[in-house]
C-alpha cells in the first residue's frame, strides 16, 4: 500500500492562491475587505512599498480601522531608510503565511506591484553572481552623468525592462546593465524564460479591477487630491527628517514630489499634475505587467462585483 506523501514544505505551496489584482486607484482595497470577510481570509498586501513604517498616506495604506475589520500582513515591516528587497519578501512573506495556516485561516493576496506577484507565482530569477568591479563602474557612471544617462543606456538594449522601471531607480537600472554586459542576453529576456508554467501559476487564482483609462484616470485624480488633503506632504518632510528616505523607499511614487513642494521647487498645483501624471504612466506599467497573467477582469463598477470576484476564486 502507497503511503501518503508528506505536505510540501513550502506554505505557499500548501495553501489556496487567491490573488486580487488592479491598477493603483482601482478599488482594490474596498473589495479586498469584503472578499476575504466572505473568504474567512486574512488579507496579504503584495505592494513593495507598504512594507516601510511610516509611508502611508502616500501608499494608501490600510487605515488601522481596516485592519481591525480584517487582519492585514506584510505592512510596516522596516523603516524607510532601510533596504527592503524582493528576497527579504519572500522570506517575510512565508512566516506570514505560516501564521496564517496555524490559525486555520486563509490568504487573500492584494497588490499592484507586479514583480511581487511574480515572485510569489513563479519564484525569482537569480541572475547571474554581482560582479562588484562591473557594479562600481556603473554606480560611478550614474554618480557622474546623472540616473537618467543609465536608464536611457538600458533602454537602447532592453527597452521591455526600462519601461518598468522609472529613470531614478538606479539600483535595478543598473542590475539590467549587469545583466546584459556579463551574459550578454537582455534581463526581460532571461525573465521571459523564467516566466514559463509551474504548478504554482496554474492552481492560482487571480481576480483583476479593471475601468476604462478615462474612469481609472479620474479615480487617479480625485484619490491624489484626497492624500494632499490628507496631509501627504507633511508625511513625505517628517519621514525625510526622521528617519529620513532610504534609497528603496524614496522611489515610492510621489514622495520626491512632495519634498519638491515642500522645499518650494513646485506649488500645490504643479505638484498635484506632477503626481497625477507619474500616477497614470504607473498605472499603464502595472497594466502591461498584468498581461503576463491569466486573470479574470471585473469591471470596477459592476455592482456584483463581489459575487463575480468570490465565484471565480472558489470555482
Known sequence: MASTPPPPSDP?????????????????????????E???AEIVSLDSMQVYRGMDIGTAKPSLAERARVAHHMLDLVEPNEVFDVQQFLGS?????????????????VGGTGFYLAALLRGLFEGPP???ELRARLEAKADSLGAEALWNELHAIDPASAARLHAHDVRRVIRGLEVFEQTGRTLSTWQTEWASPNPRIERARLVGLHWSVPEQDARIRARTDAMFELGWRDEAVRLREHPGLGASA???LGYRTMLDWADGTLDRAGALEEVVLRTRQFARRQRTWYRKFAIQWIAGDAIDRLDQAHAHLVR
Not at 505557499?12 to 486580487?20: A, C, G, H, N, Y
Not at 512573506?93 to 493576496?109: N, P, Y
Open 38 to 40: 466572505r473568504l474567512d
Open 93 to 109: 512573506l512565508r512566516c506570514a503565511m505560516e501564521s496564517i495556516e496555524a490559525r486555520g485561516k486563509k490568504a487573500l493576496f
Open 12 to 36: 505557499l505551496d500548501r495553501v489556496p492562491l487567491w490573488v486580487l489584482v488592479g491598477p493603483t486607484a482601482s478599488g482594490k482595497s474596498e473589495l479586498a475587505l469584503a472578499l476575504a
Open 250 to 252: 524614496i522611489q515610492a
Open 130 to 132: 554581482v560582479d562588484r
